[in-house]
């Protein structure tokens, strides 16, 4: 037999944590200070010392207050960055089934929602993040269990995971993208014009370009460069911050139009209301790709993918365009390792 006395939160009330027989047992001490709960864990481990006496029984606490007990533990043991992934995940789940307590969050939810999340398309999940919110809800769970917040097995290990669609990635032509540009420039669509420029010729995604900001422009005219920070209100995906070599093409048309500070496209728009991008082109772009006689559909990741093939086909290093677009090499292979070319290396051996 073994305890512990564990507080939830800075100033919050203290529990009692005891072993019994290799089973943990929680308990509140309902005070929120430590001398009164030292002398509580005392009195229980006497108490419970006794063979005849039966220890608490496990706890099945309401969804709210056991996140609330995971999220404390997880910003003193887990990245920022991953605790802000579960809680945004975590709040898709308690949102969908509308559990009030842990047991009443089955096997049978976690099977619906990865389905629903999946058929919103472009406003749900790709069945890489269902995979990823899955691997986070049995890691929550894991960790409950072995905490003795919540009693029973964890519903998420048996949820069967998407097995990822590998697609041939689509892109547009060198040609193509100057069409492009030109006719956006002949809507007098300035914000449009730079989306195109800055997916096409530096490789940003949607978010990236919609929050990108004029003080992470650097126009050091020997070297300019486009920052991929967070900010405030934005934060990079996979927690990588990247800098990329600006494009003459970029710097030419942004250049001029130069701020201190502020958002490059959309003013000082900070929200798009129901969307879920801060500064969202779909219809501008749409219908300048219907213009230039391109495809419409997926248009900003084949975009952020002509740039990648473009310099691929170019003869730059997979491990370059990697670092640029914010990829892993092992994904940017994925994607673009058919359009290598003959490299001479190989006759090196």
Same mark, same amino acid.
């Given at each position: 037999?073994?305890?512990?006395?564990?507080?939830? &939160?800075?100033?919050?009330?203290?529990?009692? +944590?005891?072993?019994?027989?290799? =089973?943990?047992?929680?308990?509140?001490?309902?005070?929120?200070?430590?001398?009164?709960?030292?002398?509580?864990?005392?009195?229980?481990?006497?108490?419970?010392?006794?063979?005849?006496?039966?220890?608490?029984?496990?706890?099945?606490?309401?969804?709210?207050?056991?996140?609330?007990?995971? @999220?404390?533990?997880?910003?003193?043991?887990?990245?920022?960055?991953?605790?802000?992934?579960?809680?945004?995940?975590?709040?898709?789940?308690?949102?969908?089934?509308? !559990?009030?307590?842990?047991?009443?969050?089955?096997?049978? %939810?976690?099977?619906?929602?990865?389905?629903?999340?999946?058929?919103?398309?472009?406003? &749900?999940?790709?069945?890489?993040?269902?995979?990823?919110?899955?691997? %986070?809800?049995? !890691?929550?769970?894991?960790? &409950?269990?072995?905490?003795?917040?919540?009693?029973?097995?964890?519903?998420?290990?048996?949820?069967?995971?998407?097995?990822?669609?590998?697609?041939?990635?689509?892109?547009?032509?060198?040609?193509?993208?100057?069409?492009?540009?030109? +006719?956006?420039?002949?809507?007098?669509?300035?914000?449009?014009?730079?989306?195109?420029?800055?997916?096409?010729?530096? &490789?940003?995604?949607?978010? @990236?370009?919609?929050?990108? =900001?004029? @003080?992470?422009?650097?126009?050091?005219?020997? !070297?300019? +460069?486009?920052?991929? =920070?967070?900010?405030?209100?934005?934060?990079?995906?996979?927690?990588?911050?990247?800098?990329?070599?600006?494009?003459?093409?970029?710097?030419?048309?942004?250049?001029?139009?130069?701020?201190?500070?502020?958002?490059?496209?959309?003013?000082?728009?900070?929200?798009?209301?129901?969307?879920?991008?801060?500064?969202?082109?779909?219809?501008?772009?749409?219908?300048?790709?219907?213009?230039?006689?391109?495809?419409?559909?997926?248009?900003?990741?084949?975009?952020?993918?002509?740039?990648?093939?473009?310099?691929?086909?170019?003869?730059?290093?997979?491990?370059?365009?990697?670092?640029?677009?914010?990829?892993?090499?092992?994904?940017?292979?994925?994607?673009?390792?058919?359009?290598?070319?003959?490299?001479?290396?190989? %006759?090196?051996?």
């Amino acid at each position: 037999m073994g305890s512990r006395i564990e507080q939830r &939160g800075k100033k919050g009330t203290w529990w009692y +944590v005891g072993f019994y027989n290799g =089973r943990v047992y929680r308990e509140s001490l309902k005070t929120t200070s430590r001398p009164a709960a030292e002398r509580e864990q005392r009195l229980r481990d006497v108490r419970y010392s006794d063979p005849s006496t039966r220890p608490p029984k496990k706890l099945n606490p309401k969804v709210a207050d056991f996140w609330a007990s995971y @999220e404390a533990w997880a910003r003193e043991n887990r990245r920022s960055r991953t605790v802000e992934t579960q809680r945004r995940f975590w709040e898709v789940l308690v949102q969908f089934t509308g !559990a009030e307590r842990m047991n009443e969050i089955r096997r049978g %939810d976690f099977e619906r929602l990865k389905t629903a999340r999946k058929r919103l398309g472009t406003h &749900g999940w790709s069945e890489q993040t269902v995979n990823n919110a899955l691997k %986070d809800y049995q !890691a929550i769970w894991n960790r &409950g269990i072995r905490e003795g917040w919540i009693s029973g097995g964890n519903p998420v290990i048996d949820v069967e995971r998407f097995t990822i669609t590998t697609r041939k990635p689509t892109f547009h032509t060198r040609e193509a993208l100057e069409r492009l540009v030109e +006719v956006a420039e002949g809507m007098h669509n300035r914000d449009l014009s730079w989306a195109i420029l800055l997916m096409g010729y530096a &490789g940003l995604r949607r978010n @990236e370009m919609a929050s990108l =900001r004029w @003080e992470h422009m650097d126009f050091t005219e020997q !070297a300019p +460069v486009i920052k991929i =920070r967070d900010s405030y209100d934005f934060r990079v995906k996979t927690a990588e911050e990247r800098d990329i070599p600006m494009h003459r093409r970029i710097f030419e048309a942004l250049y001029p139009h130069r701020k201190d500070d502020g958002y490059i496209l959309g003013g000082g728009r900070r929200s798009a209301g129901k969307h879920r991008y801060r500064y969202d082109p779909q219809r501008s772009l749409r219908e300048a790709l219907d213009l230039a006689g391109l495809p419409k559909d997926d248009p900003f990741q084949r975009l952020r993918r002509t740039f990648g093939s473009i310099l691929v086909q170019q003869g730059v290093s997979i491990f370059k365009v990697a670092r640029w677009m914010g990829h892993s090499v092992r994904v940017c292979e994925r994607h673009y390792a058919g359009l290598l070319q003959h490299d001479p290396d190989i %006759d090196l051996i």
